[in-house]
């Protein structure tokens, strides 16, 4: 298991040392680098993090104003902090941080960091809990050959919708909708539980989306070589694709 790391510095040559430091950890993966903190929060609102070195002084969002901003959320990635003032260590522990690095510091002090980081991301994700992953999947596969219907909650009932008939999941509120051509329904999936039963014709462009991809009417050129995907339903909702799933959806659709 590789952990999905992110570095947030404005520093760019703390920035290059830290890029540096982290490649020499088998464990970690740097998937994004951010030199502010809006940049940071719209690569996390895309992504699947599991680890985040954060500076506290950014421009734009501060390093607390992104925590803060990442206790609201059900599934949150692990910090650690870096700063060169230390009047910020009660609260950034408060926030549950991993560690709080103070400026400059060496490399063996980042690897212990790493480590302890490590050491709470496996444990959220213990062994007993991959094994039950496993079984889900399984039986999820066996449920993917019997069943073509997902309940939703309409009113007092629950509906039993089509896979067909649904355009496309997306999250509000910490809450999943499924979206059919001109009314969404409540349900009582997450995204990912709903990757699990889904057809393979359905698939997640973005943190917070899933789509029918028999039911794309456009795939819109936008900015840094990503895309906005145009569905054909009623209000043909346009939705991003995460940088990190470009190629996918290049391959899927035969883009290029």
Sequence with gaps: MKIKTMIVEDEKPARAELKYLLKQEDDFELLFEAAD?????????ENDLDLIILDIQLPGKTGMEIANHL?????QPYIIFTTAFDEHAVEAFKLAAVDYL????????????????????????????QMQNVINMIEAKDRKKQVKKIAVIDGDCFLMLNFQD??????KDKKVWA?????????QFQLKGLEEILP?????????YIINLQNIKAV??????KYQIRM????????????SRVDDINKLLNLK
């Design 220 to 225: 819109i050129p936008w900015f840094k070589g």
């Design 102 to 129: 103070l400026k400059p510091f060496s490399e063996l002090r980042l690897k212990k960091s790493l480590q302890k980081a490590k050491k709470r991301i496996l444990n959220s994700t213990s062994y007993e809990k």
């Design 71 to 75: 206790q609201k959320q059900a599934e």
């Design 37 to 45: 903190g809006d940049k940071a929060l719209e690569i996390i609102a």
């Design 166 to 171: 649904i355009y496309f999941f997306s999250t």
């Design 200 to 208: 393979d014709n359905f698939y997640r462009i973005h943190k917070s």
């Design 232 to 243: 054909e339903n009623y209000s043909e909702t346009e939705i991003p694709v995460s940088r």
């Design 179 to 187: 979206q059919c051509y001109k009314k969404s329904y409540l349900t």
